[in-house]
């Protein structure tokens, strides 16, 4: 199910010009109503269903329906997130409530290093080791089997 709008709870984000939804989405699928100032999902059946949108919501007014793999059906699941941590809260059919706590990345914008300071190895595209090897596995270099002919 894609992410939804809960338009009681959407203050679209205190009127600026771009929501913090629709900043983070990766498909740009999140608009504001410029009459209503409230965000919403203009083309729902495109939703990747990322929880971006959600996690980034400061009145918690979006939902997105639970995965399967950790969420059973009727349930309802809601982030809060603090400055280091992401707090999840699933809410079962049954009124029962589970908490679960992650930390959050915390690196600064724009300080993200592609090779996580790791040695790229080598520059030739055809390789068979991965971006970083040999540096990140340990090793001196990356055993390979002979083929033969």
Not at 24 to 50: G, H, R, S
Not at 60 to 73: I, N
Not at 87 to 105: A, D, S
């Amino acid at each position: 199910m894609p992410s939804f709008v809960i338009l009681e709870k959407c203050d679209g984000c205190k009127a600026l010009d771009k929501t913090a939804c629709q900043h983070i989405c990766p498909n740009d699928l999140i608009v504001l109503n410029k009459e209503t100032m409230k965000a919403f999902n203009c083309e729902p059946e495109m939703c990747w269903e990322c929880y971006n949108c959600v996690k980034i919501c400061p009145t918690q007014a979006v939902e997105v329906r639970g995965y399967a793999d950790f969420v059973p059906l009727g349930a309802a699941v809601t982030p809060l997130r603090g400055t280091d941590t992401i707090m999840w809260t699933v809410k079962f059919r049954n009124g029962t409530l589970k908490r679960f706590k992650f930390p959050i990345r915390t690196t600064e914008e724009g300080k993200a290093v592609p090779d996580g300071g790791w040695g790229t190895g080598t520059d030739d595209l055809k390789s068979p080791v991965l971006f970083t090897e040999p540096d990140s596995a340990g090793l001196p270099n990356i055993p390979s089997l002979k083929v033969t002919q």
